[in-house]
């Protein structure tokens, strides 16, 4: 039995036909909309490419980037067989194509799904990326002088300040690395020397943050030296007083920027898909509602449309018989192959069968 099935006029299906042309070249659009949110996801990660440790993270702006060009492509041919099929006299001309692009159809709009899913479900391997990336950006922070990382301390200067945050997790991070430059010590002068000698790694750590972690909101000249030193300030107590630094992570910062571009992209592809569905349903209808028309051979008469000839499981299980049909001939084909064409067999006068193998000489 035809699941959803609906009766069409010739006036309604010129009107179904009219009605997808127009959405079709509508969906052309929409490709083009996919393209673009693609390509802006994929600048703004790129912006933050230094401090990004796992590259993996660009196939989310890559599959909108390429959805939305295959959009354009499958819409765009779409748009011209409904265009055709508003006569029904020409519908002979796209009738062995309809069903392929039906079905390439259907699979483009899966892959619109993905996309949109995909926008969700990368919250863990982007805090992972920017976990990791930050991690060693602040690591070699302090190496101005050395060819490929002179640039990181400029770009996580301008990350603190631009998005209010300091640190990875937060500004206790810079306490437990070396953020200043050697060349920048005196080694000779005996305090250096002791917080050298004070851990295994002989670093030069202190409780210290860069200036870009300062707070410009706070009323208070920033510290940012001796964080933890109540009496290195005048008036501070450094467990009580809230301090003029920013307290954010950058990691969270950053996550929760990124997140935000993420599901607004991914609530558009949402919609676009769900656009794309209803386009799809329709030339499904427009299909089976002209081949019915053909059988008829009256171009005139009423015919009936639907989204599948037979229930959901009568047609799972006929494409699985296909497929397991195409296995079996596969097999046989393989074993025939495999015969040895130097053996002769014929029959034998009881029904049987003898082989006659070559002797060599």
Not at 164 to 180: A, L, S
Request: glycine residues 6%; aromatic residues 12%; charged residues 20%.
């Amino acid at each position: 039995m035809a699941v959803l099935k609906v009766k069409f006029t010739k006036t309604k299906r010129c009107k179904l036909a009219q009605i997808l042309w127009i959405l079709n070249w509508i969906s052309v659009i929409t490709g083009i909309i996919l393209f673009s949110l693609g390509l802006f996801l994929k600048v703004e990660i790129r912006k933050k490419n230094e401090i990004m440790y796992n590259r993996e993270i660009h196939s989310v702006p890559n599959m909108l980037i390429a959805v939305g060009v295959i959009a354009c492509g499958i819409n765009f041919l779409g748009g011209k067989i409904c265009y055709d099929c508003s006569d029904s006299n020409k519908f002979h001309r796209w009738k062995l194509i309809m069903l392929p692009y039906i079905i390439c159809t259907f699979f483009f709009t899966f892959c619109v799904l993905v996309g949109a899913l995909m926008c969700y479900t990368m919250k863990n391997e982007l805090e992972e990326s920017l976990y990791l990336g930050l991690k060693e950006a602040l690591k070699f922070y302090k190496d101005t002088d050395i060819p490929g990382r002179c640039f990181l301390k400029k770009t996580v200067d301008l990350l603190q300040m631009e998005f209010r945050c300091c640190g990875n997790n937060g500004f206790r991070d810079w306490f437990e690395i070396q953020w200043i430059s050697m060349r920048y010590l005196d080694v000779s002068n005996k305090e250096v020397q002791d917080r050298l000698k004070s851990n295994v790694d002989g670093k030069y750590l202190m409780d210290s943050v860069p200036f870009s972690c300062c707070n410009i909101y706070s009323p208070r000249p920033c510290i940012q030296h001796q964080l933890t030193n109540n009496s290195a300030h005048y008036s501070y107590e450094f467990q009580t007083e809230e301090l003029n630094v920013w307290m954010t992570g950058c990691r969270q910062a950053l996550l929760e920027y990124y997140m935000q571009i993420m599901q607004s992209i991914g609530f558009t592809v949402l919609i676009i898909w769900l656009f794309e569905l209803s386009v799809l349903t329709g030339v499904r209808y427009l299909q089976t509602a002209l081949e019915n028309v053909l059988l008829q051979g009256d171009p005139d008469s009423e015919s009936e449309g639907w989204l599948l000839e037979n229930g959901f499981v009568e047609t799972a299980r006929t494409n699985f018989n296909i497929i397991k049909n195409l296995g079996k001939s596969n097999q046989i084909n393989a074993v025939s192959g495999n015969e040895d064409p130097n053996l002769n067999v014929t029959p034998s006068s009881h029904g049987a069968t003898r082989t006659h193998i070559p002797t060599v000489s």
